[in-house]
């Protein structure tokens, strides 16, 4: 099946600082979410994003389907940014995620 | 704002005990998936459907078994829980390729302890 990694595991911040997150996948893709889980489990969809750019305020995410990766930019990091955040990617028309292991962002204040 | 709802939120339960954990969603979504998480670990497919009536197993092999009899329910049952099964369980939905909202949503989870 597909592989996807996500890099850094783990990402420590001082609140104001900006990171990249991201996500490399094995094959191409017609589906791809950025998600983040905050510390009480829920999972909240960031950005549906198979291709091209989005911005949704202090984040953007960026995916080059032809390069097989996706990032993911938080700028002005927040203490409640902090959480796992995933990828996950899709194939075919009745396409399932499969979830990448995630990446843990503590934002200090 | 997704309108998908699991309960219970947490339960803890005793061996050999029989639970349904309940999944619903308000936006006519064809699609149902139910994932499994431990902590801080990555999430796990175990069930699907794709529609009434359709049921499928997923990537991670799982002695739960779930049911799709109206578009918007869609419960997993343990038969017989056991410490193993400790776990979050996670429930989605998201609608067919092609109409608005085919982001996947999930629901709250339900965490699950068994002793």
């Known amino acids: 099946g597909i592989q996807v990694e996500q890099s850094p595991p783990d990402l420590i911040l001082q609140e104001g600082a900006n990171s990249t997150l991201r996500c490399n996948f094995s094959?191409?893709?017609?589906?791809l979410q950025w998600f983040h889980q905050n510390p009480w489990g829920q999972l909240i969809n960031l950005f549906y994003i198979p291709s091209g750019t989005k911005q949704n305020g202090r984040l953007s995410a960026t995916t080059v389907a032809t390069e097989r990766y996706s990032l993911l930019y938080i700028s002005s990091s927040q203490t409640t940014d902090s959480g796992v955040y995933f990828c996950?990617?899709?194939?075919?028309?009745?396409?399932?995620?499969?979830f990448g292991k995630g990446i843990t962002l503590s934002v200090r204040p | 704002e997704a309108d998908i709802y699991q309960t219970p939120r947490y339960l803890v339960i005793g061996t050999g005990k029989k639970i349904t954990l309940e999944c619903s969603q308000t936006m006519g979504h064809d699609k149902m998936y139910w994932y499994q998480q431990d902590p801080g670990m990555e999430l796990h497919l175990i069930h699907y459907?794709?529609?009434?009536?359709?049921?499928e197993k997923g990537d991670l092999s799982s002695e739960s078994t779930v049911s799709r009899i109206r578009t918007e329910h869609f419960p997993l049952t343990l038969e017989s829980a056991r410490p193993s099964h400790t776990s979050q369980y996670l429930c989605a939905s998201r609608n067919r390729e092609g109409l608005p909202g085919n982001t996947i949503y999930f629901g709250e989870g339900s965490w699950l302890t068994v002793v």
């Open positions: 996950a990617v899709g194939i075919g028309a009745n396409s399932k995620l499969t």
């Open positions: 094959d191409s893709v017609n589906n």
């Open positions: 459907s794709y529609g009434v009536n359709s049921t």
